[in-house]
Structures are given as structure tokens and as C-alpha cells.
């Protein structure tokens, strides 16, 4: 139980002044959205000129309150409340669950003490303060859960049901308290390293997900910490993962920024690269600063907009002009270069010109693959197989959520090892040909209403492994490869109904055909410009070839033979193996091989490799034949060539 001097100041309510009535200056005044900071007593000085919504910096915490156990110094977290109320800002509780900073006595209480203690903490947080907007409830449960028994780390885990059936219960828990003890409030959750990893932003959704199942989430906090929006993840990725998070349909709230400057102009110019695409984004309702003056947690790191002597920075300067209107964000382009092009052979450089580089324009995914360029609306579609998502990418707007999820719907499946749509391509008709490995079927999208279509998922009455890669004749006769890298265990998995790795053609009528059953792993599919050439890889490091294949008027197969073998490239010094390919309308293919990309003469030489680092999955012609586009690993590539007409879509 409680001693008489907590309950003594638990439960009486926060005594108020009359709420001011002066003009606010602040700098996002009128835009339908706030734009706060930290509070604390380094950042209270000339709050109000700037600011208008208020986060206790650190006295809101439970370790700042209760350090001793029963004994409670609300001093800090009454003088933000007070000032949020008398200057009429919104308010917002940061933080009653967490794995940092919380009182240390707590860490060695027996579970049901530390309960009580949770819920007693819950309890004089929501007498004291009974006018609260906003509540973060936890605090970092992907990065910083109440787990560690160190310094502040809370231990207490188990008292809100540790990770029970849903492998989150002690949020649901936490959420469920939250909502009985402030049901006036927004509840909110909060983490950082989000926007900038899609795989985070995958996790993070699903605890959104199970939040909203329960009506027990209001709103979405991501922090945007300096070393979270650094120049190598393209805020294009950001924009994707956002686009992501708004798809739940809640209301997002970038909770913790700040930007580093060790000059001005790389303060100025991170503000422009950053501050616009967060601001922008019709999601999110506001953004709170981590503070602005000196005393600021990236003190060190120079993240601070006003100096000492109170005189503005250049970087406030131009925030007070773009929330004007007096000064554009600039677009997000400005890629970074990787890798090299290595040439064989002279006749590569009418390809590929000498002064082209490879270009990294998204990246942060599990495992693309897919690229298919949409003519009609001049942009790309891609995969990331793992993930089970479609993005798309122009060059105008950069990276955007498409379709999520892009193969499989239903419950996460053990013995499913890529959920998601493989690869993609589109088709005259404004439809999309999907490999839908999670559903292990050939479908078609509709891309303006999304609709699908199955056209194969067995051959002979029995399921196909996980299609991957297809290609399209002029007749409608579609071909596509099916390995098993859907299916846990490969070739080996329960699930795989079929006895070898096949490649299929579907005739109009819907019947599946098999061309080929003696590739070990075969992969990337496509045709010769004149569509009598059939091209299919094998993603095997022991037999890493390019089969090619003779097709008659009708699409049957014969004289197959090597088109190539990449095995004097196979090693560790050169990652992948053949996968993905296409070709131009005069009959060069690029193909996914050890080292990155190779580039065949329609004879088989060898022109040069496009040498990224790492593996590449699969490509696509774009921009009316004048680009190469390259899904590699986790990243999106592109490459400027001569003007190169793609073939027709049939």
C-alpha cells in the first residue's frame, strides 16, 4: 500500500491557472497539425514563440517520478502540465510503460507487487492530471521493452503477461489499463528506427493491428532521430513506411525529431531533405522537436535551432519560411552511386554508355524482385517477396506503398517461406501478371480496381510449388518458371506436391502445359523479341546456366540447349546466381549472374557485367527502353542506358 504522502499528492488534481488568452506566434499556428518540443526547464525559453503542443522531456517518466519507491516528485512533470493548460496547448504524457529509465527497486519486486505498482503508478498519473490529450502508453516495445533487470530497465514484463498467445500481451495489457485510467485521452505508441526499416514497420504494424482489433490505439508515434533520417536510407524509404503505417487507418504523430548540424548548411540542408516529407504527409496530425536549445539531448551533435545568445539559426529561419509558404521543399532525388560497370567488350558501350553509374534509389527491403515498368503511368512496380509487398516508384514521387499485402492473406504459415508476389509483368490490357509465390499461382491484377484473377495453381491436380518469373507471347500463351523458394525446406518441404521444379506454359484456354522438368532451380523467364526463343535460368551455384529453348507457332518447346554458364564467375568474391532477365527489342539480354548483372549480345558473348556489391534478383526496361531498373537484395537500382525500345507488351 501507498503511504499517506503519495496518496496525498496522487489524488488530488493539478490546481490550474486561468488558460491565456494572448495570441500564439508559434510556427505552425493555422495549419490543421502542431509543431511542439520537449519541455523542460533548458527549453522553456521562448517555448511559446515557436511551439504549440508540449512533451515532458525526461520528468514524465516513471524513474523520474518515483525513484524511491512510495515517494513521489511530481515538481518537473507539474511545471509542463501547468504550462501546456495555461498557455492552452495540447499535452501529451511521455511515458508510462517503458524499459528504460524506470525506478530500479521495481526490478526485484515479485511479479504481483510489481503489478500493483503499475497500476497504482496508472492511477496517480490520471488523478493528478486529469486533463491529458494525449498518452503514450508504451514506449519502445520493438527496440526497449521492459525486459533488462539493469539500471532502469524495469523487469516487470511478466506482470503485464509477458509475451502470452499473441506474442505481445504485455502491450495489450498495458493498453487496457491505459484506456480504464484515461479514457479521454489519445492513446499513443512510440518507437524509433521505424520509417527508415521496412522490416521494423512490418512488426510495428502488427502490434498497431492487434491494438485496433481491441479499440485500444488512437494514434501512431515514430521518433525521427537524427540517426534514423541520415542520407542512406532515401527519404523516399521513409515515405513507403509511413504510407505504410497510414494504411491502418489511424492518425500518425512523429514524436521525437531532431537534426544534427555541425554546420549550418548541413543542418539547413538536412531540414529541407527531412523536415517536408514528415510535415507533408496527409497522415500525419503533428510533430514534436526533442528540444531546440542548448541542453537538448544532441547537444553534442549540434541539433539545436536557437543559440545560446537566443539568435535563430539558418535552419530556423527556413522552417518559419516553409511554413509560411515563402520557401519549397525540395524534391527527393539525388541518389547515391554504387557499385561499377564492367565492360568486356566494346560493343556494350552502344548499351550502356561509359558515363553511366549505377544508381541506388530505394533500399531497406528484405528481398526485392519484380520490376515491372506501367507505361501508362510512367512509373514501377516491385516486390519484396519476404515482406509480402508491392511498391511502386516514380521519379517524380519516389517510393510508395502499392499493395500489401501482395500474395498471401491469410494467417502466418510456419512451413511458408515468401509470402508475397514474386515477379511481376504488365500486359497491354491495363492488367498485371503476378508469380504469386504465397499463393503458389499464376494471377492477374486489374490494376486500376485490384481485382485477381487465378489462371494456374495446379498442374495435373496437384499444387504448384511457388511460381516465380513469367513471360508473355503475343498469342496470350503465358510461361512461367516454378521453384520451390516459397515453401520451407525447398525441395524438401511437406507441402511440395510436385516431384521436380518445373517450367509451364498456360494456353488461353487455361491449360497448363510442362516444357521442362530437369532444372534443379529455374528461375528467371523470357522471350526473343521475334517470341520464337524461349530464356530461362537456373538459380543453381552448382549448374549456374541459362537454358534457351526452340518454340513452334503453336508455344511448344523443343531443341533445348546452354544459352551460357556462369560457372567461371561462381565464388564468394561474386554473390548470386543467375535469376531474373530481360531483354531489348533487339535481342540483348541482361541477366541476373555471380557478381551482379551480365549483359549478352543476342549470340550469347559476354558485353560486360553491371557489378553491384551484391546479388541482383531480377530487372526491367523502362522509360521508353532509356533505363534499367534492378531490384538487388534490399535495394533498388537504376541504370541510364542508350536508348534501347523495349519490346511490346503482348
Not at 118 to 126: Q, S
Not at 243 to 249: C, F, I, Q, R
Not at 274 to 294: K, N, Q, S
Amino acid at each position: 500500500m501507498k503511504h499517506l504522502l503519495l496518496v496525498a499528492l496522487a489524488t488530488l488534481p493539478l490546481h490550474l491557472h486561468a488558460q491565456d488568452t494572448t495570441p500564439h506566434t508559434a510556427l505552425a499556428v493555422g495549419h490543421g497539425k502542431f509543431l511542439g518540443s520537449a519541455y523542460s526547464p533548458s527549453q522553456s525559453t521562448d517555448f511559446i514563440r515557436y511551439w504549440n503542443k508540449v512533451t515532458p522531456e525526461n520528468a514524465g517518466k516513471w524513474g523520474e517520478v518515483e525513484k524511491m519507491r512510495d515517494r513521489m516528485d511530481w515538481r518537473g512533470l507539474d511545471e509542463a502540465y501547468r504550462f501546456a493548460k495555461d498557455n492552452g496547448l495540447p499535452f501529451q504524457m511521455h511515458v508510462m510503460v517503458w524499459g528504460n529509465q524506470q525506478p530500479e527497486w521495481i526490478e526485484t519486486l515479485p511479479v504481483a507487487e510489481q503489478r500493483e505498482e503499475i497500476e497504482e503508478w496508472f492511477a496517480a498519473v490520471a488523478q493528478r492530471y486529469p486533463q491529458l490529450d494525449f498518452v503514450e502508453v508504451v514506449n519502445e516495445p520493438l527496440n526497449d521493452p521492459p525486459t533488462k533487470d539493469d539500471e532502469g530497465g524495469g523487469h516487470y514484463i511478466d506482470a503485464l503477461g509477458g509475451s502470452g498467445k499473441t506474442g505481445w500481451d504485455w502491450i495489450i495489457t498495458s493498453y487496457r489499463l491505459a484506456r480504464t485510467h484515461f479514457p479521454n485521452a489519445k492513446l499513443l505508441i512510440n518507437d524509433y528506427n521505424i520509417t527508415n526499416k521496412p522490416d521494423a514497420t512490418r512488426r510495428y504494424r502488427e502490434i498497431i493491428d492487434l491494438l485496433r482489433r481491441d479499440d485500444l490505439l488512437d494514434g501512431i508515434g515514430v521518433q525521427a532521430h537524427a540517426f534514423a533520417t541520415k542520407p542512406g536510407v532515401p527519404m523516399s524509404v521513409h515515405q513507403a513506411n509511413l504510407d505504410l503505417l497510414a494504411a491502418s487507418g489511424l492518425p500518425i504523430y512523429v514524436t521525437e525529431l531532431d537534426i544534427d548540424g555541425a554546420t549550418d548548411e548541413e543542418q539547413l540542408k538536412d531540414y529541407q531533405r527531412i523536415f517536408p516529407l514528415f510535415w507533408e504527409h496527409p497522415a500525419v496530425r503533428g510533430i514534436t522537436l526533442w528540444g531546440f536549445r542548448p541542453g537538448l539531448w544532441r547537444e553534442k551533435e549540434d541539433a539545436t535551432l536557437v543559440r545560446a545568445d537566443g539568435s535563430e539559426r539558418p535552419a530556423m529561419a527556413w522552417l518559419r519560411r516553409y511554413l509560411r509558404g515563402e520557401a519549397k521543399a525540395p524534391p527527393v532525388h539525388g541518389h547515391t552511386v554504387v557499385g561499377r560497370i564492367e565492360r568486356f567488350d566494346h560493343a556494350l558501350d552502344a548499351l550502356v554508355p561509359a558515363d553511366a553509374v549505377v544508381e541506388r534509389l530505394a533500399e531497406g527491403f528484405t528481398w526485392s524482385e519484380g520490376p515491372a515498368w506501367i507505361d501508362d503511368g510512367k512509373y514501377l512496380l516491385f516486390t519484396d517477396v519476404p515482406g509480402n509487398t508491392m511498391y511502386r516508384w516514380s521519379q517524380d514521387e519516389g517510393l510508395g506503398l502499392f499493395e500489401r499485402p501482395s500474395g498471401y492473406t491469410g494467417l502466418a504459415d510456419p512451413a511458408m517461406r515468401e509470402a508475397g508476389a514474386n515477379g511481376l509483368l504488365p500486359v497491354r490490357d491495363g492488367g498485371l501478371l503476378l508469380a504469386d509465390s504465397g499463393n503458389r499461382s499464376v494471377v492477374r491484377m486489374d490494376l486500376a480496381s485490384r481485382k485477381r484473377v487465378t489462371l494456374a495453381s495446379r498442374y495435373q491436380g496437384k499444387r504448384l510449388n511457388s511460381p516465380n518469373d513469367l513471360a508473355q507471347r503475343g498469342d496470350g500463351n503465358v510461361y512461367f518458371t516454378d521453384p520451390p523458394y516459397g515453401l520451407t525446406g525447398l525441395d524438401a518441404s511437406p507441402r511440395k506436391e510436385l516431384a521436380f521444379n518445373g517450367v509451364y506454359r498456360i494456353d488461353r484456354d487455361g491449360t497448363v502445359h510442362l516444357i521442362d522438368d530437369r532444372l534443379s532451380f529455374p528461375n528467371g523467364i523470357a522471350l526473343s523479341p521475334d517470341e520464337s526463343t524461349l530464356y530461362v535460368s537456373n538459380s543453381d551455384a552448382g549448374n549456374p546456366v541459362w537454358m534457351a529453348y526452340a518454340l513452334d507457332a503453336k508455344g511448344n518447346a523443343s531443341d533445348r540447349h546452354v544459352f551460357a554458364d556462369a560457372s567461371d564467375l561462381a565464388g564468394p568474391q561474386a554473390p548470386g546466381v543467375p535469376d531474373g532477365l530481360c531483354v531489348t527489342a533487339d535481342g540483348h539480354l541482361f541477366a541476373s549472374a555471380p557478381g551482379g548483372m551480365l549483359v549478352f549480345a543476342p549470340d550469347g558473348r559476354r558485353l560486360g557485367r553491371i557489378a553491384t556489391g551484391q546479388a541482383v534478383s531480377n530487372c526491367a526496361l523502362g522509360d521508353d527502353g532509356r533505363t534499367l531498373y534492378l531490384t538487388s537484395v534490399n535495394a533498388l537500382l537504376r541504370v541510364r542506358l542508350s536508348r534501347t525500345p523495349e519490346q511490346p507488351r503482348p
